[in-house]
């Protein structure tokens, strides 16, 4: 079974859009850690959040936000006022406490047309 | 934050030859290292764990034989794709932790192709 579902394979959106892109993940262990990664073409992994599951709070980073919801097992991303830079693939993520793999999900592929 | 190089960045190699794909955690000790794999518009897939000093543990489905993992030292795992064949194409991505499996570092990837 999947353990990390990422719906949306492809979403274009317009500049100056908002647009969230959504997680869904499974697992049975209490203490797991959940990550959002941004691949640009290059190929490089970007690092952008990591959230135990002991800490619900929504988090705010200038135009990225997360919205962590246990009772769904969500974790969804919402980049606000798209811009062009915003276009590649994201990734979320998940880890158990333990484990020692990174279970990703399939990528949604953004693009933000100008 | 801590830093993971892959080195070559790209290759390109002939059928039938062996590569050698360098991941190397630059400022700190590495205890495990992990290698991915990753095909176009597709996620990455774990190949194998690798922990300093001992033989790595590969995923159902790898080939020991084809993809030769070493991790000689706590800075420096190697992945060797030997007898290399077009299929073999793909990005390779290393990731390193200190400890904590969560707090894996991922290297910038390696593209092969082979021809």
């Known amino acids: 079974a999947q353990k990390v579902t990422q719906a949306q394979t492809e979403i274009s959106v317009v500049e100056k859009e908002d647009v969230t892109l959504d997680c869904v993940y499974e697992?049975?262990?209490?203490?797991?850690?959940l990550f959002w990664y941004k691949q640009p073409p290059s190929g490089e992994l970007v690092f952008l959040i990591r959230?135990?599951?002991?800490?619900?709070q929504n988090e705010i980073s200038g135009r990225y936000s997360w919205n962590f919801q246990k009772s769904t097992s969500s974790f969804n991303f919402t980049i606000t006022a798209s811009q062009v830079v915003d276009s590649a693939v994201y990734f979320c993520?998940?880890?158990?406490?333990?484990?020692?793999?990174?279970?990703f999900g399939t990528g949604t592929s953004l693009t933000v047309i100008p | 934050g801590a830093v993971v190089s892959q080195h070559p960045s790209r290759v390109i190699c002939k059928s039938g030859t062996s590569v050698k794909i360098e991941c190397r955690s630059l400022?700190?000790?590495?205890?495990?290292m992990f290698w991915y794999r990753q095909f176009p518009k597709q996620s990455l897939m774990l190949m194998a764990t690798?922990?300093?000093?001992?033989?790595?543990?590969?995923e159902q489905g790898v080939e020991k034989d084809k993809f030769l993992i070493n991790h000689a030292s706590l800075t420096l795992s190697t992945l060797t794709v030997t007898s290399a064949h077009p299929e073999d194409s793909s990005f390779y991505i290393c990731?390193?932790?200190?400890?904590?499996?969560?707090?894996?570092?991922f290297g910038p990837g390696t593209r092969l192709t082979v021809t």
């Open positions: 690798s922990n300093e000093g001992s033989k790595a543990t590969y």
């Open positions: 400022d700190f000790q590495a205890t495990t």
């Open positions: 959230r135990n599951s002991f800490d619900e």
């Open positions: 993520a998940l880890s158990e406490a333990y484990g020692n793999q990174f279970y």
């Open positions: 697992t049975r262990d209490t203490t797991y850690y």
């Open positions: 990731s390193a932790t200190a400890g904590e499996p969560y707090e894996q570092y």
